[in-house]
């Protein structure tokens, strides 16, 4: 897995001809990665520089961070040192205001497919299918159903899928 970590670019040096800027982790504080950009554009060969720009990023998952906020960029930072870009980009696809909150709450774990979360789920629930009931149930009929309304899934980077409850 990669840290999330983003290429900040000083504008003035940019609009000078000149490429400056650095990579700088995103799983701080906003407050923290807020200086580091500071440190970045007093560094720059460039006299007065105080604009920037996220030109790159990486370890994000699927999310584009290029236009976001550095509070917006340091809390995915820290969630996906947390809990895994996977995660993070699933939630941040399907998830609502608070991205924690969603993984909190809606998130039901990792599976090798649909069909695993289907046939989990109902041995969880207690349904009781003796060993010789379970070989003759489509599960993927039965997860089809259970994705129709109730759950939704993400890929995982490490093969398989993330299940996330409908909230």
Same mark, same amino acid.
């Given at each position: 897995? $990669? ?31 807020? =200086? ?18 996220? =030109? ?7 999310? *584009? ?20 870009? =996977? ?13 924690? *909150? ?27 299918? =003796? ?7 489509? %599960? ?12 939704? &899934? $993400?890929? &995982? ?6 299940? %996330?409850?409908?909230?």
């Amino acid at each position: 897995m $990669t840290d999330p970590k983003v290429y900040v670019a000083c504008l003035a040096s940019y609009n000078a001809g000149r490429l400056f800027g650095e990579w700088i982790p995103a799983d701080q504080g906003e407050d923290e990665l807020g =200086d580091r950009v500071q440190g970045m554009l007093a560094r720059s060969p460039e006299p007065n520089a105080e604009e920037f720009r996220i =030109d790159d990023h990486e370890g994000f998952g699927g999310i *584009n961070v290029g236009g976001e906020s550095l509070d917006v960029v340091a809390r995915l930072g820290e969630l996906i040192v947390e809990h895994g870009a =996977d995660i993070v980009s699933g939630a941040f696809d399907y998830g609502s205001d608070s991205i924690a *909150n969603y993984i909190e709450e809606a998130y039901t774990g990792h599976y090798e497919s649909e069909e695993d979360y289907a046939q989990s789920y109902f041995e969880e629930v207690g349904t009781d299918l =003796d060993s010789f009931l379970a070989y003759y149930i489509d %599960w993927e009929r039965v997860a089809r159903d259970l994705f129709i309304d109730d759950v939704h &899934s $993400t890929p &995982s980077d490490s093969g398989g899928v993330h299940v %996330w409850r409908r909230i």
